[in-house]
Structures are given as C-alpha cells and as structure tokens.
C-alpha cells in the first residue's frame, strides 16, 4: 500500500527539480513583492488607523482589477503554453496579441469606474457601526490613494500579458528580476515619500500611491525592453506588431475557451471583495484587522498559490505535447507536493500570527481581532491550497466553464449569501462568521477530487485540427 502511495504521489528527482525549476523563481518573485507590501502596509499602519483602512480598501478594489488582468491573460495562457508544449511560435505569438487587447481593454473599463466613481465604491466598504475610527477620513485618504493609483493600471496591464506569456515557455528567471528591482524601488520610494527625507515632504498615502505607480512603470520597462532585445528565446515577439491580425479560428477558440476563464476570474475577485464587504458591516475595526490578517496570509500563501500555478504549465506543455497519460501522473503528484508544502507554512504562520499585529500603530482590540483572523486563516490554508490546485489543473486542459462553475458560480451561489446572511442578520460574532466561511471551503474540495478523478480535464486543444 504504501509503494502504491509513493507511486502516485510521491515523484523522483528529475520530476521535482523541473517543478522547482519553474516554481522557485515565481516563489521569489512574489515573496518579494508580497514582503515590499508587507513592509509598505506596515509603514502605513504607522500613520494611523483611518489611513491604514482607506488604502486596503482601495487595494481590495485593485485587487480586483488586478484578477480581471490575470483572467484575461489567463485564457490565451492555455493556448499559448499548449502552442509553446507543441512547438508552435506562431501560434503562440497570436495568443499573445489576444492578451494585450484584453488588458487594454480591461484597463480602459477600470479606468472610467475608479476615476467616477472612487468614493461610491470605497463607502461600500466604510460603516458606522463600529467603535474605533472615523469612517470619513478613511473615505478621504482612501480617495487620495485611488486617484494616483489609477497611473498604475496601464504598466501594471502591460506587464502581465509579456509576463504571462513569458512563463509559458518556462522562463520565471527574468520576471523575478524586474520583480525584484520594481519592489526594492517601491520600497526606498515608500520610505522617502511616506515619512519624508533630505527636505522631502511627508507625504503619507499619496507618497504610498507614487511609489507604486513608479514600480510598476519600472517592473514594465524592464520586461518589454528584455523581450524585445532577447528575441530568440521569445520567439512569438517575432513580427507580433507587425500586424494586428489574430486568425479567425485562433480567435474563435480563445474567445471560446477564454470568455469564460476571463468572466471566471472577474467574478471570483468581485466575489472576494463583496464578502470582506459583508465583514465590513460589523464596523471599520473589522476593515483594519482584515487588512493586517490579510498582509500576513498572503505572504504564506506564495508557496501554494506559485506551486499551483506551476501544474498550468507543466501540465499544459504534457498536454499540448499529446503526453495525455503523462499529464495525469503530473497532476497528482504536484497538487499532493502542494498541499503538503502548505501545511507546514499553514503551522508557521498560526505562531507567527500571534505576534504579527503587535507591529501596528492602532486600537488593541483590532490587534485581537487580526490575531484571531489569522489563525482561523492558517487552519483552513490546505483547503485553500487543494482548491487551488484543482482549478488550475482544471484550467490546463481548456475546461473553462467547468472552472466557471467550480470557481466563481460556487462564490456568488454559496459563499456570498451565507457571508451576507450571517453578517446582517445573526447576532454570532465577526470571529465566528469568518470561521465558518473559510471552511465551507470543505464543500468545493469534496466538488474538486470528484472533477479530478473523473479525468475530465485531460485533453489537447491545440491540435492540427484544432
């Protein structure tokens, strides 16, 4: 039984040093932007309470953006990592034009209802119902920070549709550089904008917000200009503005398997923000120990979320290749290295986050309160990290409106009324309510080990037929 067990989900040497290969470099990548906004929300959360909740309220809203770029990237993604897995630069190079009208497009939208309709949006997340803060000042340094931001949405677009594509030929080694230098940056910037140096003025959000807009600018320039000038090893970048013309049949099957990839990871985001909205309600303490929970998770959560978009590619490129049998072995393996990976990082975190809150310049009970969200976070991290996984194992084989159902349907149908419901109408604390929404994660598990099992996502959609 136990060889049976190694035979499945245990892999050799060769298998985990191609995942590591590709894995290790995203990991850095995004362990260091994820530290730079742990260090940069540190900072803010010196200045005071009210500014610590208007700029995560404005980086939920980001958030969502951020996801709506990812989706629409995500859906060439699958053809284009599949084109790469067959050898197909041409192919590959059409997905990639696919990408950049979809983030021009996506950035245009977000840009009209961020620069209308800032403080309608951030008021969503702003009650009176609480005791510590004063929600009209979190609504003006919230608007502050927005409007500067929104010089971050074409760069930080851009970006993402070379990156992507990038990654998709297994090349994580550059993407992490310009990671590394745009956060350094972001960092120095935050520390002389912030608090003010050498007679620079403290400019306390608003420098928070130039910061980051000057690294995304900076992480841009860095990738395009290493694209471009490596164009051998980037092959699709041959002639890919020479015209703007995608094949109807490309087009077709994109737009076919990607529309629904694309509404998937808008909804699931939307559906993210909507439920830390229905936390909101119970006052803005809530808003500002959701934001410090929330800087601590995500950094424990690289590993599970880098890992399991990791199987996108290698899975995709088995796939791409006609390795069908190949794909399935892959699958299992790194989706169990995955979860067991999290599980360590969930018990450090559960220790750490008793001491993470201290470290913020505000009331003791949203210290508590951060305390306790963290450890609810931390025990329902594996769960997290096998849904995770499924869906882009799902996603690798084109099955997008199978994601659609598993991802952002299961949000909106289950998480969403339940978070709403307990939120206005039981007398249950904040605690309670956010234990019990994380571990209804239990029921979209169960939903992903069916899908998995069954093999439905084993397929090549970027046949000659195709």
């Known amino acids: ?27 850095i990548q995004n362990a260091i932007t994820s530290f730079v906004s742990f260090l940069d929300n540190i900072m803010v959360g010196q200045i005071g309470t009210e500014q610590m909740s208007g700029v995560a309220i404005v980086n939920q809203l980001m958030f969502v953006f951020n996801i709506a770029i990812f989706g629409g990237v995500s859906g060439a993604g699958i053809f284009g990592t599949q084109f790469f897995g067959k050898g197909d630069h041409t192919g590959q190079k059409y997905a990639f034009r696919f990408k950049m009208y979809a983030v021009i497009f996506i950035s245009a939208i977000a840009f009209v209802l961020f620069c209308f309709w800032s403080n309608p949006l951030i008021s969503l997340y702003l009650s009176d119902n609480g005791t510590v803060g004063d929600i009209d000042l979190a609504l003006k340094y919230g608007h502050e920070y927005l409007i500067i931001m929104l010089g971050s949405l074409l760069p930080f677009a851009v970006c993402q549709a070379y990156v992507s594509t990038i990654r998709e030929t297994g090349q994580t ?8 230098v745009a956060v350094g940056s972001n960092l120095v910037l935050d520390l002389i904008l912030i608090f003010g140096f050498a007679g620079i003025p403290a400019m306390g959000v608003k420098g928070a917000a130039i910061a980051t807009v000057a690294s995304r600018i900076i992480e841009c320039v860095i990738v395009v200009i290493w694209t471009h000038i490596h164009k051998e090893k ?63 998770t995500n950094l424990f959560n690289i590993v599970y979320v880098q890992l399991g978009m990791s199987i996108s590619v290698i899975v995709g490129q088995s796939l791409g290749a006609g390795m069908l049998s190949d794909a399935k072995d892959q699958a299992k393996k790194m989706i169990f290295f995955c979860v067991a990976c999290c599980c360590v990082f969930a018990g450090i975190m559960a220790v750490a986050g008793g001491f993470f809150p201290s470290i ?27 849904s995770h996984c499924a869906y882009f194992t799902l996603r690798s084989g084109g099955r997008t409106v199978i994601t659609f159902l598993f991802d952002s349907v299961y949000t909106w149908v289950v998480l969403i009324p339940f978070a709403y419901i307990l939120a206005n109408f039981s007398q249950l604390s904040i605690e309670t309510i956010f234990f019990i929404i994380q571990f209804t994660e239990i029921i979209k598990v169960t939903i992903g080990m069916i899908m998995l099992k069954s093999g439905i996502w084993i397929q090549n959609i970027v046949t000659d037929k195709s």
């Open 1 to 27: 039984m136990l060889t049976r067990f190694r035979r499945t989900f245990i892999g050799d040497r060769a298998f985990y040093k191609r995942v590591l290969l590709i894995a290790i470099s995203m990991i």
């Open 173 to 180: 080694f550059v993407p992490m550089i310009a990671s590394v």
């Open 234 to 296: 980037n092959q699709y970048i041959k002639g890919a503005y020479k015209g703007f013309g995608i094949p109807k049949n490309i087009c077709i099957n994109i737009l076919k398997k990607g529309t629904p990839l694309m509404l998937n990871e808008f909804l699931w985001a939307a559906g993210m923000a909507v439920i830390v909205q229905c936390y909101a309600v119970r006052g803005l303490e809530v808003v500002a120990a959701q934001n410090i929970s929330s800087t601590i």
């Open 360 to 386: 913020y310049n505000t009331d003791e009970s949203i210290r508590k309160l951060a305390r306790s969200f963290i450890l609810i976070a931390s025990l329902s991290m594996p769960l997290w990290a096998f």
